[in-house]
């Protein structure tokens, strides 16, 4: 069942009034999870493309038709699935497309051959072509310039790639180490190729820098490493080499953290001589990094290319759902599939971001192909919640259904600070009066996360008693941590001093499991603490009693990690 999903506009610098609609319909294949890619090719021979997804490949134009490329099992979702990527290409010279596979990283890379019409039900012929094939972001495209396409890749613990001789891609690859550097084994995020200097040869970029492919014997020489930093974190997805700017040196884009937050272009200058990055952020880890309000993680797969036909490549990606089980933040948002589109502007660049999609998602791969033959770009995507074509249409439009459908961009206000009075700290004792340190506390129960005392002496914007805190990390919306602390019988005003910080977390306060207050706030651009937050005036017994914090959400600016910081409690008595 094809449904429209998203209206995505664009002008045509041709005619001024001419406004085009650019919209998706999203198919879907199957719901089972067999793989984390899906490509599309013709294998029948009928010159319309077939979608292949795992084990199977469905039959072009309609795809309703299925066939087994290799026995079919669906693949456990608290797992992690044996087929990772596919890839279609004649590899035998036989004008018949054949099918590449890359599974969990660090395994075999396979070609099933396409055993042709008279054997198309019947079950595909399996090669090895490489017995480890590892990094979790590999490509397949020309990168030396001969007649065949590489697999970029790792392998056994170097960077590099593989290759095979014209109508031999069933026999051995031969895998071609480029690097004295050793890479991730077997996993590895971020990897990519493109030309970054210039010289019309693409060289491979990696989360840490690029490898500059030499003019001669590109197969048997260790190619020079430039270092550059293209993440703010462990690495994300494909990467390339785009002039984004069009100030004639290509940039880099990527993915910060496959797992996480951040889509990034890294600017390249040069000045002497000598090669520089620097980042401009598309979309962080909270809505105020990006112009428009977007915010999703898990960016496992980035596509580039000119969806709209302006000219300038785009770039397509979304959330790998359910990428690491519920270990990813916002694991469970929508399964989004975005389109940026590039827009340079007399005010520099812009990436213009529309929704796609809000169920089919990506895995570890984009495919974009035509697969109507209507030379419009298409997506297909496979992964968790199954396998997905998103068709394109063109329409045009009035110019009031264009301005309707334009992303909106959002009004970001700073948040106010809550912050109370600072503490009194002894310069002698380096704690509060009679203060109950926060890191002292017995810790009676943590729903999520993990919480235990951390050293705060290496934040300087403020001071915390006993130089330390009681820090709780991992917890989600809705989660509480709760504390044993011991009083005298009597009426009390209880005042709390916590940590504030960007990616902290808005706190409801309970003391006996009786409510205190509203739920507080502490976002903070910088770390520091939030003064005397008064609490409440509440009657205790001598004795123990438990405070409970519990997480009730976070503020628009704040990094949504929810995390909380005690520093220390005080029992005012009151009169």
């Known amino acids: 069942m094809r449904t429209l999903l998203a209206a995505l506009l664009m002008v045509l610098p041709a005619a001024a009034q001419d406004f085009k609609l650019h919209s998706f319909s999203r198919q879907q294949l199957t719901n089972v999870y067999y793989s984390e890619g899906a490509n599309a090719g013709d294998f029948n021979g009928d010159g319309k493309p077939d979608v292949v997804y795992g084990p199977y490949w469905y039959e072009g134009p309609d795809f309703k038709v299925k066939h087994e490329l290799y026995p079919a099992k669906p693949q456990n979702k608290e797992g992690y699935a044996d087929n990772f990527f596919n890839w279609i290409h004649d590899f035998n010279g036989d004008g018949r497309n054949d099918v590449m596979t890359v599974g969990f990283p660090g395994k075999p890379g396979y070609v099933y051959e396409n055993p042709g019409k008279d054997g198309l039900d019947k079950l595909w012929k399996r090669h090895e072509i490489l017995k480890s094939v590892s990094n979790e972001s590999p490509q397949f495209l020309n990168l030396v310039g001969d007649a065949t396409p590489e697999l970029v890749c790792t392998s056994n613990g170097q960077f590099g790639y593989a290759s095979f001789e014209p109508k031999k891609g069933l026999e051995p690859w031969t895998f071609h180490a480029i690097s004295v550097l050793p890479a991730p084994k077997p996993f590895g995020h971020g990897l990519g190729a493109g030309d970054i200097n210039g010289d019309g040869l693409p060289d491979i970029i990696i989360s840490g820098g690029w490898f500059e492919q030499p003019k001669e014997k590109a197969d048997s020489v260790r190619w020079e490493f430039h270092e550059a930093k293209f993440t703010t974190a462990y690495g994300g997805a494909e990467m390339y080499a785009y002039d984004v700017d069009g100030d004639g040196l290509n940039d880099v884009i990527t993915s910060d953290a496959a797992h996480d937050f951040g889509l990034a272009w890294y600017k390249q200058s040069k000045k002497d001589g000598k090669v520089s990055f620097t980042r ?296």
């Open 280 to 575: 401009q952020l598309i979309m962080g880890n909270k809505p105020s990094d990006n112009p428009f309000g977007v915010v999703f993680s898990e960016l496992h797969s980035v596509a580039l290319v000119d969806l709209d036909g302006d000219g300038l490549k785009d770039i397509v990606t979304g959330k790998t759902y359910y990428s690491h089980h519920k270990g990813s933040p916002m694991w469970d948002a929508g399964a989004v599939v975005y389109w940026f589109k590039l827009e340079r502007t007399t005010k520099g660049v812009e990436w213009i971001p529309h929704k796609l999609d809000g169920e089919a998602g990506i895995g570890r791969q984009i495919s974009i192909v035509d697969v109507n033959g209507d030379k419009l770009p298409d997506i297909v995507v496979g992964g968790m919640v199954g396998a997905h074509v998103l068709t394109h249409k063109v329409e045009s439009v009035s110019k009031e259904k264009y301005d309707a459908a334009q992303p909106k961009r959002m009004a970001f206000a700073p948040p106010k600070s809550i912050r109370g009075p600072q503490s009194v700290i002894d310069a002698k004792t380096g704690r509060v009066a009679d203060a109950l340190e926060g890191e002292e506390m017995r810790i009676l129960k943590t729903m999520a996360g993990k919480a235990g005392v951390q050293k705060m002496a290496g934040f300087k914007a403020d001071n915390w008693s006993g130089g330390a805190q009681l820090f709780w990390s991992g917890g989600r919306k809705g989660e509480s941590l709760t504390l044993e602390f011991e009083s005298k019988a009597g009426t009390f005003d209880l005042v709390a001093v916590m940590t504030m910080a960007n990616d902290y977390a808005i706190v409801q306060f309970a003391v006996d499991d009786k409510p205190l207050g509203k739920p507080i706030d502490f976002y903070h651009p910088e770390v520091v603490t939030s003064g005397l937050q008064s609490l409440g005036k509440l009657e205790l017994k001598e004795g123990s009693h438990h405070l409970t914090l519990t997480i009730t959400g976070a503020n628009p600016a704040a990094a949504p990690k929810y995390m909380v910081g005690l520093d220390y409690l005080l029992l005012k008595p009151t009169k």
